[in-house]
């Protein structure tokens, strides 16, 4: 996830071609999900209802997923474990994290 969040570098080394990494974060489907777009294997979530920045969200199994707060050089994993449903999305991640750091 870091390696996205820094645009396809680590260690002072590309990766993965910077084109791709802001492709891969662009909404390319409209989901009809209150406001979450999907780009190419990331789930754009705005940041709220009234800020259109985006939070990159990964979809893992069981409730295991990344969420990556681009304009606040952040990162987030859940490593949950719920096969049963329900449990935490990535709109209760974003809305606590953005709450938390804002203080």
């Not at 820094?6 to 071609?17: F, S």
């Not at 069981?62 to 952040?74: E, N």
Request: glycine share 14%; charged share 20%.
């Amino acid at each position: 996830m870091q390696l996205y969040l820094k645009g396809g570098m680590w260690q002072n080394r590309r990766l993965v071609n910077a084109d791709w990494v802001e492709a891969s974060v662009t909404p390319a489907v409209d989901t009809n999900r209150r406001g979450a777009k999907y780009g190419y294997k990331w789930w754009l979530h705005p940041y709220g209802e009234k800020d259109g920045r985006l939070a990159w969200c990964g979809s893992g199994f069981g409730g295991q997923f990344p969420v990556i707060f681009p304009d606040l050089d952040m990162v987030v994993v859940l490593t949950g474990w719920n096969i049963l449903g329900g449990g935490v999305t990535p709109r209760i991640v974003i809305d606590r994290m953005l709450a938390a750091v804002r203080h």
